[in-house]
């Protein structure tokens, strides 16, 4: 198969896929009556995230993890600075109290503990096991705060017959393992005939084509006047990617990665996060999202010069 059939047919699946899972993942979550922020922070972020963990797992065992680090560091570029740029382009977006105490510093965190763990050149399966455990901590935490807050809460963009949401949550990770071996293949065919390294593909191509469930579900969230479940799913998904898909992908395989090569996005990522930090009332502004766009073409641009220059 062509790589850029393979490539296109994988971005195709993962955003049928993704679409498919979360709302037949959020419609279960509905169904247990938990919170629209924990879902979005949790259920909805995991979901989302399923094409990263596919094209980690796949790229993992195929020796090229290089792949896994550029998607799942390029993709929380993508998420913070493109997706939810364009969300508050749309409108302000006001952040619920509980997700910025929990979530944002974690998602600081990741970049500068991700770029400290890099400084040998390598993530091995000990600093991918130090990642899981973070990851560890956080969702217990996440966990605890999802029983305490557990009441009767609004539907949020997910199926109400049992049935569906099951075909939903079937057929959707069915997609999105298939999106994530079709993209991985596409992508290293692509990095081999360009000559370009293969975490500068992961980061671009592979990143945004994985980041469109994010894409649609915040987009949807938003223009139904869920910010909540949008602003959790992003922050969610940066920290599954972050600490959990690339800990999976160090402990199969560990990532040899010179810093130089990661610094850029690492930087981003970090910039991304704090232009995200609301006020004390909690509203994040709408010029907030120009600047995150902007921040986002800063990042593209800068990939390419870093790719040219290699």
């Known amino acids: 198969m062509n790589e850029y059939v393979a490539l296109a047919i994988g971005i195709i699946c993962a955003g049928i896929g993704g679409e498919l899972f979360v709302r037949g993942a959020v419609g279960l979550a509905s169904l247990a009556r938990i919170s629209p922020g924990i879902i979005g922070a949790t259920v909805a972020a995991f979901a989302t995230s399923s094409p990263e963990l596919s094209v980690s797992i796949s790229s993992a065992l195929a020796e090229k993890p290089q792949i896994v680090l550029g998607d799942a560091l390029g993709s929380n570029v993508v998420n913070v600075a493109l997706i939810l740029g364009l969300a508050l382009v749309i409108s302000g977006i006001q952040s619920p109290r509980d997700s910025v105490k929990r979530d944002l510093p974690v998602a600081l965190l990741i970049p500068i503990v991700t770029g400290v763990l890099l400084l040998d050149g390598v993530l091995s399966r000990i600093d991918g096991a130090l990642m899981l455990g973070m990851f560890i901590?956080?969702?217990?935490?996440?966990?605890?705060?999802?029983?305490?807050?557990?009441?009767?809460?609004?539907?949020?963009?997910?199926?109400h017959s049992k049935r569906l949401i099951i075909a939903s949550c079937v057929a959707g990770l069915l997609l999105l393992i298939s999106a994530g071996n079709l993209i991985v293949l596409g992508a290293k065919e692509i990095a081999i005939s360009f000559g370009i390294s293969e975490?500068?593909?992961?980061?671009?191509?592979?990143?945004?084509?994985?980041?469109?469930?994010?894409?649609?579900?915040?987009?949807?969230?938003?223009?139904?006047g869920h910010d909540e479940v949008g602003l959790g799913t992003i922050l969610g998904s940066n920290i599954f990617n972050g600490i959990f898909i690339i800990a999976i992908a160090a402990l199969i395989h560990p990532i040899v990665v010179p810093l130089r090569d990661v610094v850029a996005t690492l930087v981003f990522g970090i910039l991304a996060v704090v232009f995200v930090f609301p006020p004390r009332n909690g509203f994040i502004e709408r010029r907030r999202g120009v600047l995150l766009v902007a921040l986002y073409i800063g990042y593209l641009v800068t990939t390419v010069l870093q790719s040219g220059a290699a």
């Open 199 to 224: 975490f500068i593909v992961g980061a671009t191509i592979v990143a945004i084509g994985t980041s469109v469930p994010e894409l649609a579900t915040t987009i949807i969230a938003k223009l139904r």
């Open 137 to 159: 901590a956080w969702l217990i935490a996440a966990i605890i705060e999802a029983r305490m807050q557990r009441s009767a809460s609004s539907e949020v963009l997910g199926e």
